[in-house]
Each structure stands twice: as structure tokens, then as C-alpha cells.
């Protein structure tokens, strides 16, 4: 995946970003920075946004942390995720971050932070398995 191409618009993001509206604005040794549009198709029944596109949307954004740190011959996949929420989510536009806070050679721990309206909405974590 070539992290420059997706920020600079050279090439597409994966289906899952384009599905939730989640735009990559930067994502360099292991720190992403990505903007939501989070839209009313996301709306629960009690009309804010789910908490299970909230954790997507982080998981989404620790992925591209991860990958500014793999070389080339090596992928991942997530082993857990925890969230908690700690107000709503609105439709309009949520800013992601995310940091890996430690990169060992198989496992590598990440976090993010969702915020909206200068509010944070929840903070998620992540274990991550490194593949060769």
C-alpha cells in the first residue's frame, strides 16, 4: 500500500474507508491521521452514530499507522479491540488519530482517539499481529 499515493489522490483508498467516508490525511512513523464524514446512514435507533462504525473507523485508522512502519514483505491483522465511548457521535465530521505505542517484531499495540467538535467521542485500543 503506498501511503503517499492514497493522501495525494493517486490511488484509491480501500472499499471499507470509502463505505464508512473515512479520507486518509496523514499516516508517517506510526501516527494516522484520518477525517470521518460520518453520515446518517450510520444512525442508530436512537439516532447517533453506532459504536460499531466508531471502532471501525479506528481500527481503520490504526491500520494506517501500523502500515507507515511495515516493510514491504510484512502485513498484519488485528488480534483485539476495545473501545470506550464516552459521549455520542453525531453525523458531521469526526477527526481520528491513532499512534502505535509499541512496535515489537510480532505483536505491536496501538491506540486511537475520536473526537468531534474539539469533544472526545471514545478512545480505542488494539493489539496488532505482525506477519513476515
Not at 490511488?11 to 486518509?24: A, I, S, V
Not at 464516552?86 to 512496535?103: D, L, M, S, W
Request: aromatic fraction near 6%; hydrophobic fraction near 40%.
Amino acid at each position: 500500500m503506498q501511503l503517499q499515493k492514497i493522501i495525494e489522490g493517486q490511488e484509491r483508498q480501500p472499499n471499507c474507508d470509502l463505505t464508512l467516508g473515512l479520507e486518509l490525511k496523514e499516516a508517517k512513523d506510526g501516527k494516522s491521521l484520518c477525517i470521518w464524514k460520518a453520515d446518517e446512514q450510520l444512525l442508530n435507533g436512537n439516532q447517533v452514530i453506532m459504536g460499531g462504525f466508531i471502532t471501525s473507523a479506528a481500527d481503520i485508522a490504526m491500520a494506517y499507522a501500523i502500515v507507515s512502519l511495515l516493510k514491504d514483505t510484512q502485513s498484519f491483522s488485528s488480534i483485539s479491540i476495545n473501545s470506550t465511548f464516552h459521549r455520542p457521535a453525531f453525523v458531521g465530521e469526526i477527526t481520528v488519530t491513532a499512534n502505535i505505542k509499541k512496535f515489537g517484531r510480532k505483536v505491536a499495540y496501538a491506540d486511537a482517539t475520536l473526537s468531534q467538535n474539539n469533544k472526545v467521542i471514545a478512545d480505542v485500543t488494539s493489539s496488532i499481529m505482525i506477519h513476515d
